[in-house]
């Protein structure tokens, strides 16, 4: 799944209690007239004699409370100059790279659940496919793929049609265990002992309760706001309501004093009306589909699902029909603006390889591994994946892709997962660590940043671990692409691991001669350590530690100082 989808998933459910107090409060001073409400539709470099660069340290704390939005670009600023803790590029473009230009181009692959290739802001910035002709319907390069003009698409059938929604890896084990081997992916799933299936079972069924009570504590909070809304905008007199225009009501009711403090106590918790549509939708997604113990869509793939070795399924449909969270992501690492609207990404000279296998629900193994040989046969330099799930039935065969991946220097960028837990004893997979010992080397764990002041430097709802989360990342209301040509804020460790991605991609490109190695170590060393608290991300307690102990760094990438240090490497290499 997603690392957009779990934060989606926790944000509302660490907030229902206090929203459905605040809904049910209104309620019940609310006029009696009912609006009509509409329904929802259902991812070490060697030691050199040069003296290092300092990972910079932070300036005073900046508090950013009384700010109701972070600025457009605010994972590009810098700490001690906007007072916003981004990773410093465009103090590094002003300070390091004006007047020059990158040395080369580097090929980045998003697995992701599709990004959408139309899009203006990255039609630029696509990777083709040198010797692929464009719909010809023939494997021009003979790499088992017909029409990999832009990337490839392992969730998709032969005769066009693509999955879009899928089941929890949770839901499949759960169908295994219980020996209703109805489906192709049952039948291949492997088998598991009592004790195993016994956590499956005791999982399956609390996260069923988990989403099914949250969507219908949603639909309340939706059929509530939609009573408010008519009675804001008829106030305000204007169908576009933000905090501010509510904010500056009168008081002309009680009706009116009712309305306005919902909504800003919603818009408080990021619980807008769009997001509250958007929770119900999605919930009514999971449940319908992600928990169906009769669902299985892998009929439309038309693989072989129990043979691991197969490669050569899928499609060219790149985009396929919801790209929104891998367009958003694309363009953390490359969008282009456009005349002066839109975001720019971090690395100008990376080319975005969609390769689709990650649908609306969790992604498979099988697909996961192919997409990452993909990948690394056609080119890429990064891949970046900002997807998890807590159980990896297939791991040996990902941990092989992996394994291919760091041979070949391919540097591997994960978002570290959403559940505000310690990968200490949580699980979110794929992972670096391989069965039966060893661990990648190219791979970069990342953990979401926030752009608050105060205590909350790391976001609420990011993973973390001194051990196994390597570093923070933006990753709160970053504003980025989205399929159909526009622009939206979206928050997850999914978007920390795009702006780590375009760093080691700007760094290749300026300096090629730089090992994925190499990058990894100076992205890590260049951190910017933060000597201040934070509270821990997920608890309940409001319980603050030091910062630095939520990952191995300790700290935020920071472009100004790795394109120092890589300059320094790079002329002593």
Known sequence: MTQFRKQFRKQFAKQFAWLTFAATAFAACAPTTRPVVTAPTPASAPAVAAAPVQAPTEQPAVTTSGVREAPRNWQLLDDSIDHYPGISLLRAQRELLKGRAPRQSVVVAVIDGGVDTAH?????????????????????????????????????????????????????????????LQTVTERAMPAMDSTTCSKVSADYARKKTEINSTLDQMRTIEAV??????????????????????????????????????????????????????????????????????????????????????????????TGPDAKHGTHVAGIIAAMPQDGVGIEGVASAALIMPVRAVPDGDERDKDIANAIRYAVDNGARVINMSFGKPYSPFKSAVDAAVKYADAHGVLMVIASGNDGASLDTASNFPTPEYTGGGRAANWIEVGASSWRGGDTLAVAFSNYSHTRVDVFAPGEDILSTVQGGGYERLSGTSMAAPVVTGLAALIMSYYPNLTAAQVRQIILDSATRYNRSSLVPGGKSGEAVPFASLSVTGGIVNAYNALKMAQQRSAAH
Not at 139 to 145: K, P, S, V
Not at 150 to 174: C, E, P
């Open 120 to 180: 203006a802001a990255l039609r630029a910035r696509l990777w083709t496919n040198p010797k692929e002709v464009a719909g010809n319907g023939k494997d021009d390069d003979h790499n088992g793929h017909v029409d990999d003009v832009h990337g490839w698409n392992f969730i998709g059938g032969a005769d066009g049609k693509d999955v879009q929604y899928d089941t929890f890896v949770l839901t499949r084990l759960f169908v295994r265990c219980t020996g209703t």
């Open 225 to 318: 706001m939609n009573r408010a809304l008519p009675i804001l905008k008829q106030a305000a007199g204007t169908d576009s309501l933000t905090p501010a225009k509510v904010e500056a009501l009168a008081a002309t009711s009680p009706q009116v004093i009712a309305a306005r403090g919902l909504y800003l106590q919603l818009a408080q918790q990021g619980a807008t009306p769009e997001a509250v549509t958007e929770a119900v939708t999605e919930y009514g997604v999971q449940s319908q589909y992600g928990l169906n113990t009769e669902y299985d869509p892998r009929a439309i793939v038309g693989d072989d699902f129990a043979d691991l070795s197969q490669r050569n399924y899928g499609n060219a449909d790149v």
